[in-house]
Nanobody
Framework: EVQLQAFGGGLVQPGGSLKLSCAAS????????IAWFRQAPGKEREATSC????????YYADSVKGRFTISRDNAKNTVYLQMNSLKPEDTAVYYC?????????WGQGTQVTVSS
């Protein structure tokens, strides 16, 4: 059974940090690129960052560039999203997605709330 589980969200003050994790099982993890998406209330889901299967290549949306860092540990079948200098506009449900060719797996989301 394919499982992709995101966790680590919570409530943080503006300027604070959180580290999300995405743990995978049931498929060959190191064949898949992994992306973090987020969806705020009333808004479309947007990609924030992506990492290649080897971890050598990364992509960041302009809105998070310089503040978020995506990384992966293929030995642990886990991808991380380190989020620093958080802003209220980063408030959203964060999802991870695994992609290999035309195959996509989505995990359930984890809520991140940035508020004082």
């Amino acid at each position: 059974e394919v499982q992709l589980q995101a966790f680590g969200g919570g409530l943080v003050q503006p300027g604070g940090s959180l580290k999300l994790s995405c743990a995978a099982s049931g498929f060959t993890f190191d064949d898949y690129a992994i992306a973090w998406f987020r969806q705020a209330p009333g808004k479309e889901r947007e990609a924030t960052s992506c990492i290649s299967s080897s971890g050598e290549s990364t992509y960041y949306a302009d809105s998070v560039k310089g503040r978020f860092t995506i990384s992966r540990d293929n030995a642990k079948n886990t991808v991380y999203l380190q989020m620093n200098s958080l802003k209220p506009e980063d408030t959203a449900v964060y999802y991870c997605r695994a992609t290999y060719g035309k195959v996509d797996y989505w995990g359930q989301g984890t809520q991140v709330t940035v508020s004082s």
